[in-house]
């Protein structure tokens, strides 16, 4: 869906039904798709800036340009970046687009495993552990539900993380209008089902980084003055690991 309301071509029927019904009880989704995906290319370019050479995108979904190693790459071009999905269907299109540019990787893993991920990082030595990587979730954690433990899912990946690494998360707010929350109650028992929390349980996914200003606020705050707020809020936050 998340494909569809980007404009790509790279999406099912079903895909486009769910995503149609959505849109017609909520039209500004569209627009917030692009604010979220625009937030997730800042979160990059800052990372890059920062001298940050080594980008893991958890639950990356089918790519859709410009992608994160094409951001990376315009400050350093030696960037290496592992795409990660659970989707096999995923894995494929990546494997697919990204033609597996050198330093570029599309892995087939779970977030709700974090230690199949991390084995899979160091037995194929994609990243190196001892310098910092840039870690993005977007809009993933509010599929993974509290009994799912996404604070442990964040915590094993902190783990790992040297100093000055970077983690970027957007979520889907509680804060939301009621008729929007109405609507996601619709995936309810199915694979996209959400779990939306406020402002302060996802400020406490960062625990044991630096929050960076202007700190968990709506994505679009993170973009520039001026921009319209959504009913349907997206919560975006990035940390720095001192």
């Known amino acids: 869906m998340y494909d569809y ?17 959505m849109l017609s009880r909520a039209p500004e989704i569209k627009t917030l798709a692009w604010f979220t995906r625009s937030f997730m290319l800042k979160a990059v370019e800052m990372a890059a800036e920062a001298g940050i050479r080594q980008f893991l995108d958890l639950g990356s979904g089918i790519p859709n340009s410009p992608n994160v190693h094409e951001v990376a790459r315009e400050i350093e071009p030696s960037a290496r970046v592992v795409y990660v999905d659970y989707d096999p269907v995923v894995r494929a299109h990546c494997d697919a687009l990204l033609a597996k540019p050198r330093g570029v990787t599309a892995l087939l893993g779970d977030v709700r495993r974090p230690l199949d991920i991390l084995d899979q990082l160091k037995s194929q030595r994609l990243m190196d552990f001892g310098e910092p990587v840039a870690v993005t979730l977007v809009s993933v954690l509010h599929y993974v539900m ?19 690494s970077y983690l ?16 996601l109650a619709g995936t309810h028992d199915t694979s996209a089902q959400v779990s939306f929390r406020s402002a302060a349980q996802t400020e406490a996914f960062f625990a044991g980084f630096e929050l960076l200003e202007p700190g968990v606020v709506p994505v679009q705050q993170w973009l520039r003055p001026g921009l319209p707020e959504t009913r349907m809020v997206m919560l975006g936050g990035i940390g720095r690991k001192p």
């Open 146 to 164: 509290d009994d799912e433990h996404p604070a442990e899912i964040i915590a094993a990946f902190r783990d790992q993380l040297a100093p000055g």
């Open 168 to 183: 970027a998360i957007t979520h889907g707010s509680s804060d939301s209008a009621p008729e929007i929350l109405q609507v």
């Open 5 to 21: 309301l980007l404009g790509g071509k790279d999406n099912l029927e079903i895909d486009r039904d769910m995503g149609d019904r």
